[in-house]
T-cell receptor, first 111, second 115 residues
Framework: GQNIDQPTEMTATEGAIVQINCTYQTSGFNGLFWYQQHAGEAPTFLSYNVLDGLEEKGRFSSFLSRSKGYSYLLLKELQMKDSASYLCAVDRGSTLGRLYFGRGTQLTVWP | GAVVSQHPSWVICKSGTSVKIECRSLDFQATTMFWYRQFPKQSLMLMATSNEGSKATYEQGVEKDKFLINHASLTLSTLTVTSAHPEDSSFYIC???????????FGPGTRLTVT
């Protein structure tokens, strides 16, 4: 079956660094996405990894290891506005854009 | 950037009635769109792939006769929830691939409440 796992909740303080892990087992793979979602809103795109390694974009970085079925999202210099749910999603590849999401990690940033 | 809209943003309907939700790509064309459903405190679950000019492809466990999808133009897909029941109450979100084919743009979502 298909399985995408990430921690349910994490907390951190302003200015800190937090790493959100995601492991996946899927029958196909055409890339891994990270999205941010605030309550009651649509997800917003953060990052996309299709090859192994680290992708850096400002305060956010994402890492992928395809052989290990593992990714992480790294958030630096945390701000209160970063409190949100972070969703790991795999594109299984039969049709580009069919995303399978993990349950999401609710991050709370404290002052 | 690419913008996807949904209408309505929220709707309340009575049990047994049907509700139509629209998903539009505003500044780009989308031959494919995707419909997701999200229950409270849960993640997004892919329901179906909407294909312009042909039948939608449904994920396992999604009733195609209950969730009717029509993709009549390159900028519009509609999801009709037929004979809605309270358990269909959910947040329905659509997405479409943008100019960079790997990136999906999500609509703002439609909150459906069935009483």
């Amino acid at each position: 079956g298909q399985n995408i796992d990430q921690p349910t909740e994490m907390t951190a303080t302003e200015g800190a660094i937090v790493q959100i892990n995601c492991t996946y087992q899927t029958s196909g793979f055409n890339g891994l996405f990270w999205y941010q979602q605030h309550a009651g809103e649509a997800p917003t795109f953060l990052s996309y990894n299709v090859l192994d390694g680290l992708e850096e974009k400002g305060r956010f970085s994402s890492f992928l290891s395809r052989s290990k079925g593992y990714s992480y999202l790294l958030l630096k210099e945390l701000q209160m506005k970063d409190s949100a749910s972070y969703l790991c999603a795999v594109d299984r590849g039969s049709t580009l854009g069919r995303l399978y999401f993990g349950r999401g990690t609710q991050l709370t940033v404290w002052p | 950037g690419a913008v996807v809209s949904q209408h309505p943003s929220w709707v309340i309907c009575k049990s047994g009635t049907s509700v139509k939700i629209e998903c539009r790509s505003l500044d780009f064309q989308a031959t494919t769109m995707f419909w997701y459903r999200q229950f409270p405190k849960q993640s997004l679950m892919l329901m179906a792939t909407s294909n312009e000019g042909s039948k939608a492809t449904y994920e396992q466990g999604v009733e195609k006769d209950k969730f009717l999808i029509n993709h009549a133009s390159l900028t519009l897909s509609t999801l009709t929830v037929t004979s809605a029941h309270p358990e269909d109450s959910s947040f329905y979100i659509c997405s479409a691939p943008g100019p960079l084919s790997y990136e999906q743009y999500f609509g703002p979502g439609t909150r459906l409440t069935v009483t």
